[in-house]
């Protein structure tokens, strides 16, 4: 017999833990592009790309065509074992196009918290200091340190004892927080708690995910560089999900003209492989000694080879441009709706390029977010066949992730489910 979506529920729930949690009931078979088959044959649009893993969309011919090739060579040696040359080729690559002048180097592990963990350690190195800053609403893995960083109790936070320490946040500007205040309290946090001269690094995404699709205001990532230059502390951007065109960038913090010092990188890099990284500049990254970095899985040769292909595909298909086009597609369709007094109220669109949210809202003339409302949103798109996620601190925002290779019309028809979905709870 077949296992349906709701017996493979029921293994999973005996198998494992509910620590991994899933957003859908839904059990995928196969998928193309930007859309996904579950094992009962229905079809779903898929608005979510694997959390922004799948910018070049489910199984392009191309990253197929590279994995295979690369399957038929070799599957594993271990880097520190014995090296091959797509993990060379795919550094070369990242180099080139790192958001900072000068020389670069990368380093490959498999996950997002990997990378945000690493560049902490390579920051650490080459400044021999130890803090580090981040900001509320930030996400930044869930591994030990990583969660210390993620500027969220919970979930990430809350059942895990003691984090690791010398983690500080500040407040991230937004609504009634200002640029301003912000490095207020970074002048607060210097006088009161540690000095300047005893942080290693100030870790921020340009685009906040979890948090909401909050864009960093290019104002505060302008004073955080010249802070860090003033006492030498290092920045590190992280990209794990604003990253590989989404933003209508290659790299989100291009949008402030700001160099960072190191950038983490992840998810769509791999095209649906596991597969994160550290960009940095040549003298930081070299600070850590021989076998001070590394992993047995980091940058596995298959991933190398779907990476290559992922950035080719963005290239020849002009993705970086695709995304804002795909962005003011949605932004039109998001507009429309908040105009409209026959639905769920909701705000007008955020966020760079084709990294778009919006917030549902309490009334229409007020912007009072209602908690908890996006997941509800998101289940009944789920029955109506959209595969879509919720996000933000409260709760209230939807994230649109779909792939940028995906065709305008599957983009409407996504968004005709959402529009039915807002109207059917209006109240």
Known sequence: MTDTNTTLLARRNHAVPRGVATATPV?????????????????????????????????HPKVVAAVRAQ?????HTAF?????????????????????????????FSTGGEATENAVKIARAATGRNGIIAFTGGFHGRTLLASAMTGKVNPYKAPFGTLPGEVYHLPFPDGDVSVADTLRMLDFLFAADLAPASIAAIIIEPVQGE?????????????????????GIMLVADEVQSGFARTGRLFGIEHSGVQPDLVCVAKSLGGGLPLSGVIGRADVMDAVGPGGLGGTYGGAPLACAAA??????MEEENLVERANVIGARLRRHIDRMHASTGL???????GPGAMVAFDILQTRDRPDLRPGAA???????????????????????????????????????????????????AT
Request: charged share 25%.
């Open 308 to 313: 290559l292909a992922v950035l080719d595909i």
């Open 375 to 425: 997941a509800a949103l998101c289940a009944r798109a789920c029955e109506k066949g959209l595969i879509v996620l919720p996000c933000g601190i409260q709760g209230a925002t939807i994230r649109i992730l779909v792939p940028l290779t995906a065709a305008d019309t599957i983009i409407d028809e996504g968004m005709t489910i959402i529009e039915q979905v807002l109207a059917e709870t």
């Open 71 to 75: 399957l038929d060579r070799f599957t």
């Open 80 to 108: 520190q074992v014995a090296a091959y040359e797509p993990y060379i080729e795919l550094a070369e690559k990242l180099n080139a196009r790192a958001p900072f002048d000068g020389p670069a180097r990368t380093v490959f």
């Open 27 to 59: 059990f995928a078979d196969r998928a193309e592009n930007a859309e996904l088959w579950d094992v009962e044959g229905r079809r779903y649009v898929d608005f979510a790309g694997g959390i922004a893993v799948l910018n070049v969309g489910h199984r």
């Open 344 to 350: 769920l109220p909701i705000s007008r669109a955020r």
């Open 211 to 231: 948090g909401g699709f909050r864009m960093a205001p290019a104002e505060l990532l302008h004073a955080l560089r010249r802070i860090c230059d003033a006492h």
